[in-house]
């Protein structure tokens, strides 16, 4: 009966995703657009979401609301014309309505404290706005189905044939694969039940299971996934596996994460926030001021323009810093 349920919301999974999917058009003109021009590139976007992974990390907050806030924020700049100078508070913005639709309502943090831990150039004022903006320009479909959504599925359902393999397929390590993946603009185009099924495959593929693979090729069948399409996406997370497993790749060493700010940042801390020690003050960047302080038609839909300048398109690596590669000096 478990495994019938199962299947059940799975197929029901299936047919709700394609509304939640960022449009492709959007995204591959992100991935077209040149750095330092008028629009978002793929670089300052994929920068972005690193950033959100690692606030997620400092808040604590679920595998689930750092998916969602990609989500939102993959399906909202694939639909507007962006300026990369406020591509900060709308990230910061869809982590923040992530974690009031999937946290608890005493684990959310507030917009100060975020604003502050990010250290973003823009009040809460702006992002209340962009939050609203957001919002609306998504029709309020806040909640979404996502390729989490499919992963936890695919590890019930094949926990549901026999309670052996629960320490054999390890879902902490496939949301730590997908996370992984949602940091490169590319996986944004793949159907989640596709790139969920290929992260899945990969695993079973590399702990040599029969019985595993033959569940997961019963869920491919159900689900019509063509042989085609799951080649073609396994392919693509097999090169990001590979090269996050690279030996000139650094590797998480799944200690609590620790967050080193300046000495200014530090006194304005929330008090629930550990202190930390007397360090020099990192100089901040200088804002480009001959950007233009005009917000693109789209985004602006009438609304008045942010009240501060929201910063420029962001350098980032491939995974956010505890994930960073660091290439070996000779």
Request: charged share 25%; glycine share 4%.
């Amino acid at each position: 009966m478990e495994a019938f349920r199962l299947m059940k919301e799975l197929k029901s999974n299936l047919d709700q995703e394609v509304q939640y999917l960022p449009k492709e058009t959007g995204l591959s003109l992100i991935e077209s657009t040149q750095e330092n021009g008028n629009g978002v590139s793929a670089k300052c976007r994929d920068a972005r979401v690193e950033d959100l992974w690692s606030l997620t990390s400092f808040f604590g907050y679920s595998t689930q609301t750092f998916v969602l806030a990609v989500n939102l924020l993959d399906r909202f700049i694939a639909m507007m014309k962006v300026q990369p100078r406020y591509m900060a508070c709308i990230s910061i913005g869809c982590l923040h309505i992530a974690a009031r639709v999937t946290e608890e309502e005493c684990n959310v943090s507030s917009s100060h404290e975020l604003i502050r831990i990010s250290q973003c150039k823009f009040t809460v004022s702006d992002l209340s706005r962009m939050e609203k903006i957001i919002s609306e320009k998504l029709n309020f479909q806040l909640k979404a189905v996502t390729a989490l959504t499919f992963l936890h599925l695919y590890h019930a359902i094949a926990l549901s044939h026999t309670s052996n393999r629960k320490d054999v397929l390890n879902l902490d390590k496939l949301e730590a694969q997908l996370k992984a993946c949602l940091c490169r603009i590319v996986f944004s185009k793949a159907k989640p039940s596709v790139l969920a099924l290929s992260l899945l495959m990969l695993e079973i593929e590399a702990l040599q299971s029969a019985d595993l693979l033959e569940i997961a090729q019963r869920i491919q069948t159900h689900l019509k996934i063509s042989k085609a399409d799951l080649a073609r996406w396994r392919g693509l997370v097999g090169q990001c596996m590979r090269e996050y497993s690279s030996p000139e790749c650094a590797k998480p060493d799944h200690k609590k994460l620790v967050w080193i700010v300046s000495r200014r940042t530090a006194q304005n801390l929330h008090s629930s926030y550990r202190s930390v020690p007397e360090l020099p003050t990192i100089p901040e960047g200088a804002w480009d001021e001959s950007e233009s302080e005009d917000s693109s038609e789209d985004l602006s839909s009438g609304e008045e323009s942010l009240s501060s300048s929201l910063g420029s398109d962001a350098e980032g690596h491939y995974f956010p810093p505890n994930f960073r590669c660091r290439a070996r000096r000779q």
